[in-house]
């Protein structure tokens, strides 16, 4: 059974830097795709960041380049996200989620998202 | 960057309804197209891939259609767990964009 476990989370001032784990497990980790989303407080799903499983290919979206990174470590089965000049819009439920991608005889899939964590709350105040 | 656009934002329907949300985007995604279910607390469920490939174990009530620009998602005859809020997200290059969200509510 696929199990994603973000930790890291927590009350951060303006300026501040956290880092962010997810723990996976019931997969071969280094295989995967794997996807960091955020929800801010009332807010909807933002796509945050994605690193492919073998080449660690790494994408932001723009309101976190420069800021965000996202990694990870295939032999420790984790995948980060290090948050630095953190900004009181960055305030979010962080949900770490698996890629993945199988074909059949129907052709190619990639399925974006298809696990998720339960995700940990960053709240950046002063 | 693709813009999804996603339409209501929010409709109230009964339970045996059916009911059509729509993500429109802004240029052709051909078919990298996903459907998500999300709940207050709860953690989002992928519903839908590929446009309109099921994800094992979301009931077959659940259906998807469309490629390149236009997309629905469709819930025959709703059901009480059904209400909730639903995005769409493209995946047909980075940045990868949601929709901003139907939320469907009991009438």
Same mark, same amino acid.
């Given at each position: ?126 | ?25 802004? @240029? ?26 099921? @994800? ?52």
């Amino acid at each position: 059974e696929v199990q994603l476990v973000e930790s890291g989370g927590g009350l951060v001032q303006p300026g501040g830097s956290l880092r962010l784990s997810c723990a996976a497990s019931g997969f071969i980790f280094s295989n995967y795709d794997m996807t960091w989303v955020r929800q801010a407080p009332g807010k909807g799903l933002e796509w945050v960041s994605t690193i492919s499983g073998s080449d660690t290919r790494t994408f932001y979206v723009d309101s976190v380049k420069g800021r965000f990174t996202i990694s990870r470590d295939n032999s420790k089965n984790t995948l980060y996200l290090q948050m630095n000049s953190l900004r009181a819009e960055d305030t979010a439920v962080y949900y770490c989620s698996k890629d993945t991608s199988y074909s059949d005889t129907s052709g190619y899939y990639y399925v974006p998202s298809d696990h998720w964590g339960l995700g940990t709350l960053v709240t950046v105040s002063s | 960057d693709i813009q999804m656009t996603q339409s209501p934002s929010a409709m109230s329907a009964s339970i045996g309804d059916r009911v059509t949300i729509t993500c429109r985007a802004s @240029q052709g995604i051909s078919n990298y197209l996903a459907w998500f279910q999300h709940k207050p607390g709860k953690v989002p469920k992928s519903l839908i891939f590929a446009s309109s490939s099921l @994800q094992s174990g979301v009931p077959s009530r659940f259906s998807g259609s469309g490629s390149g620009t236009e997309f629905t998602l469709t819930i025959n005859s709703l059901q009480a767990e059904d209400f909730a809020t639903y995005y769409c997200l493209q995946h047909k290059s980075f940045p990868r964009t949601f929709g901003q969200g139907t939320k469907l509510e009991i009438k």
